[in-house]
Structures are given as C-alpha cells and as structure tokens.
C-alpha cells in the first residue's frame, strides 16, 4: 500500500464503447479444443466441436485440462458465472482460451463472486477475446476480473492475458497482499513453500470501471533485507513481467502496481481516472518491494481521490532502481510522491524526461519529497507545467536528490518551493514565488510552443522549446544521463537543453 502522507510523516476519463474484435489462442501443438456455447449448447456431449459443444461454466470447470488444449466460446453469447478451470499447461504447449464464431467477444458475467476468471495453482495459461465482468453490490470484499492466486505452488510461469475486455467489476478499494481485489490480479499466498510468478504477460487489454487496482501483483513471500518486516518467511520474487499497451479507466484504486518484481518492464500503457474510491493514498503506475521496475511511455491523467494523494507515480518502500522516464502525467492530484515507510528505503529512483502538464497539489505539492530516508535519487530532464499549484515542490524529508535541467513553471502570482535538503543546478523557472538555490538557474519563461495541450504521450509537441527559449543549451552536463530525450531526440554530452526536449528549437 502506499504510505499514507499523513499518517507515515506526522501521503480524461474513458467512456468509449467497448471493443468488440474477438481474437482466437495463437496456435498451438497438439492437445483438444473444446467449444463452450452458453446459448445453445449441450453438457452432455462431447464439446470437442462447435456442433457438439457444452452449454455452462460448471462444465468446462469440471474438467482437467492438458498442455496445448484450447476452451474456445462462442461469440456473441453470454456465459453467467465463474471460470474456474483445472489443469496446466507450459510455455511451449500453453492452454488458450479464446472465442470461436463472429460477432462480439464472448462474455463472462460473474456476479459478485471472488472472480469472475480464477486460475488457481494452475500455470501455462493464455486468455485472449473474451468480455469478462464481476458486478455486484458488495463493497466491503475484494473482488476481482482475472485472479490468478498460487498457494504453496513454489514457481508458476507462462501467463499470458492479451486483448480482453475486464469491466464493471464491484468490490472495496483492497490493497491488503492476502486479499487484493481489481481487474487483473496476480497473487502469491501460503506459508509452506516460497511462491512467485515467472513469465507475466498482460498487454492490449482494455480495464474500465473496477473497484480496486487495474493491473498487479501482490505476495504474502515479500520478507527481505530490504523488507524485513514484510508477511511471510522468505522473498519470492516475480520474474518476467511485461505490462503493455492497456487501457485503464474509472479505476476505484491505483492504476498499475507491481509487488515483488524484478526488471519489470511497464510501459505504452493509458490510465485515466484513478483513485475514484479512494480509502487510501494512490498512484497510477508504481512499484513495492520490487528492483528495477522501468515504467515509461505511458500516459497518466485524472488521478483523484478526494481528500488522499492520487499521484501519477510514487517511489515508495524497499525499492530499487525505479526508472520514471518518458511519460505524461496529466490533470493528476500530485506528479509524483517520494515517501517509503519507516525501516523500508529505497535506493537509486531515477524520474527523467516526463511531461507534467496541469497536475495539482492536493497534498501539498505536485512533487512530494516525505517521510523516512531514501538514497541516490535523480530528478531530471523534465519539464513540469503546473499553472494552479500553490506549491511546486515540497521536501519535508531527509532526502537530498540531485534535480537538475528541469523546467519549472508554476501559477502566475507564483508557486511555492518547500526545500532546504536538495541539490538544485541548471534549472529553469517561471512563476515560482520562492526559487531554490541553483548557481545555474534560468529565471523566465521557457517558450514552450504549445504548453497545456497535450492528453498523451502522442500530442505532446507543445512541450518542445522555441528558437528563442532561454533553456536551449543552458543545462549542466550530467553523466548518468539517458541517451535520448522525451521526444527521441540525442541528448547532447554537453550543455543540454532543460526540460524534456533536446532538440534545436522550434
């Protein structure tokens, strides 16, 4: 969870139609394909072609399956209940389940169950086309789209969920490792055997309206050196996680978190409105307990969760290495929150090269600096357009981050700067009422060609320098800088421009 601002320091909504392309399981050797028709079909038989396939979810559950078999529904028909399948496959012979016939993907309908699809210590699964949703009234309960929950299972791997429709699942605001509730969910639990995950993939999904987290893992084996307080006896982590180029909307909790993992790659992903049911602190896309977490080219807009922090990204405890680099974080609570809890330091968090464009800051600033002590932070190269924060920056920690070439601008009248701690060099700012000591500072408007207009990662041209800005080539050369700026552009070995475009000016 992440720490509460409070507690831990005294921490363009989607409304589209829903996707109705079905795509059938990649092909694979050998095994049994079963057809599942919820309309018109028959448990009786033999379900091993679309003439004789079963009619219920109690059918297809009742049976083992083996690698390489493949569950195939029928388009356009509505299936009410659970999924809750038995057997496993492996990487190379995986079993798919898909949809068979035309017209609109085929629907899961659970209602207010635990899951609507619940692989339990199972492995070697792949889910692709289908519409999957859990209503219901409860509020108090996790619930959840796709659960996947290893107990005492020691290491499952190969799962993937590919182009799946996961809405309107009920539920609380869970963020508890035992029982965390959402769309896609992934949780290691038990307390004999040391369990994880290997081999995530979650990509092309489309999240809308869920009570709890959008995407995540979540592990009862979290207890390390760097966690020692952490549930369970021993640290199981989860390897191979690729999140990708999912959509998430109207989400009750966080966006995207990742427990546990090593080189997480989370990225191309949208999140637009999170926090909606907010009992807590929370952020789009951030990472616990995990080493080297990389969440870049995502977008990140209408974060808010009422009187909490609902921050696009938050560094928070027993993490190492987190990248932030190439994102936009728009009309958010906060950009970006820096808070672990008491005993749980993080170490080398990089935030480069983002694109902050009317973030607020409902908790105090749009970035936050709190709580216990973290090391070797880096803030920079990006550009933070914030024109009705009263505070632009609040350091109320030990922490003594490196922020250099970014560029600053705040609202007129000016935006706070609450720092005694940082090592401020070579950036640049506009409308800021107190500016930190920064030998190489800029003092004036940037030209920024187009500031305010961007919703994505895909328009954000407006944030490129004009010819005529006093940031182009007034940076201080950094030697742990990326290679290449927001918009693809080499950074430049020496005298870089401020902000997040490194180009020649427009």
Known sequence: MISALILACSAGTATGAAPTDATAPEQTTGGTSYYVDCSAGNDAKSGTSAGTAW?????????????????????????????????SGSDKKPIAVGSYGSGARPKLVASDARAAVYLHNVEGWEIRGLDISDP????????TGIYVELTDFGVGSHYVFDDNYVHDVAGCDCTNPGQPGGGIVFNATGSGKVTSFSGITVTDNTLRDVSGIGIGTSSLWARRALYPSGPGSAYGPDTGIVVERN???????DGINITNGQHAMIQHNTVEGFGLKATTDHAGIWAWNSDYTTMQYNTIGGGDAGTFGAFAFDVDGADVGDLYQYNVSHDNSGLMLICSVEGLPSDKPTIRYNISQNDRDVSG????????????????????????ADTMWWNISPDTPLVANNIFVGKP?????????????????????????????????????????????DDAAGYKLKKSSPALGSGVRLPQDAARDFFGNRVPAAHPNMGAYQGPGM
């Open 247 to 253: 959509h998430l909307s109207r989400l009750g909790g």
């Open 365 to 388: 600033g749009v970035i936050i600096l709190a709580c216990t002590k973290q090391t070797n932070i880096s803030i920079y190269g990006n550009t933070v357009y914030a024109p009705t």
């Open 136 to 143: 219901g009234g409860n509020v108090t309960d996790p619930r």
């Open 55 to 87: 009619r219920t979810l109690q059918k297809v559950n009742s049976v083992v399956f083996h690698p390489g078999d493949k569950i195939l529904f029928r388009k356009g028909s509505t299936c009410q209940g659970e999924l809750v399948p038995q057997g």
């Open 413 to 457: 009248g000016g935006s706070a700067f609450k720092d005694t701690t940082s090592t401020f060099t070579g950036n640049l700012y506009q409308n800021i009422s107190s500016v930190p000591a920064d030998a190489q500072r800029v003092v004036g408007d940037p030209k920024l060609v187009d500031p305010g207009s961007a919703t994505s990662i």
